[in-house]
């Protein structure tokens, strides 16, 4: 598909989980057909990587995150990579493991968000108070070491 977009000078977005490396998508970024790239990472520590995903494969996602964000530093495409905050991954470990890895990787966007399937659930009274705790953290940890997040 990507041949295909690339061949017609169509520029597309895609959403990966970055568990493999492809080299096309590097290319993407590299020339530019591929306009961003966004993988959702929401952990900072290979173990709560793990319990959300159900797979141990936290450092092989960051190294595919890292030649992916090489490409998008070439300056034509965008590597963009989010932390979804959610109840299982709000601790100081996740907090500074993702903030430091971001400062690894420099992607070229950062994104903070939230969980919003409680509300989806009609689960009214949810109580978001340490995910703002943890967003409030994780942005200004970011922010001190040059990395804008966005919301």
């Known amino acids: 598909y990507l041949e295909f977009f690339r061949g017609r000078r169509i520029r597309v977005l895609m959403f990966t989980n970055a ?8 290319d993407g970024l590299a020339d530019g057909s591929l306009y961003w790239v966004t ?6 520590t290979p173990s709560t990587f793990k319990a959300l ?13 890292s030649r992916y964000a090489v ?4 300056g034509k495409g965008m590597l963009s990579v ?7 991954n709000c ?16 992607p ?7 969980d919003f399937a409680p509300m989806f659930l009609h689960q009214w009274n949810h109580d978001y108070s340490e995910q703002i705790k943890a967003y409030a953290k994780l942005y200004l940890l970011l ?7 966005f919301h």
């Open 19 to 26: 568990v493999q490396f492809h080299q096309a998508i590097y």
């Open 39 to 44: 993988t959702s990472v929401d952990a900072g």
């Open 71 to 74: 490409a998008g530093s070439k």
């Open 91 to 106: 601790g100081d470990d996740d907090v500074a493991g993702f903030a430091y890895a971001m400062l690894a990787l420099r």
């Open 53 to 65: 995903r159900g797979r141990d494969r936290y450092l092989q996602v960051l190294e595919n995150l």
């Open 108 to 114: 070229q966007k950062v994104w903070l968000t939230f």
């Open 143 to 149: 922010k001190k070491h040059g990395i804008e997040a």
């Open 82 to 88: 989010k932390y979804i905050f959610c109840d299982s």
